[in-house]
């Protein structure tokens, strides 16, 4: 039911004309009508994997106004013992091996521990400047 859902939502986003949107109506409330609670638990999955992607993106938004000021390189390999093209690779969602990569929740953990800790460094290192 899934597939059913994600075939028709790229349909929508696609569409141009009325008619589309009424053929893809029309196909909803089909498999409504088949199965009604396929058809929640479907767009329950698809919810959450739209709130993933959108996750992802708010992450590089957010990254994006203090990735300039520190240096990335340096990030890496302390917290991450990986190169900086590794990151930048699941910070953009590029293709590796023709699959998209992204960080997992534990490299997410790790990024915040690391985050919060350059801004430690950084709290302490003002404080003697005064």
Known sequence: ?????ERLKERFVNAI???????ID????SLVDRDI?????????????TNKEADELLLRDKLE???????????VKTYFKK???????????????????????GELKILST??????KKITQAAAFVF
């Open 26 to 29: 029309k196909e909803v409330k």
């Open 37 to 49: 609670d396929r058809f929640s638990e479907g767009m329950l999955e698809c919810i959450k994997d």
């Open 114 to 119: 690391a985050l919060n800790d350059i801004g």
């Open 83 to 105: 190169s900086p093209q590794w990151f930048y690779q699941r910070l953009n969602g590029s293709l590796v091996n023709g699959k998209p990569v992204k960080f997992n929740e």
């Open 1 to 5: 039911m899934k597939a059913d859902i």
């Open 65 to 75: 106004s203090v990735l300039p000021f520190i240096s990335v390189s340096a990030l």
């Open 17 to 23: 004309t009325d008619a589309e949107i009424e053929a």
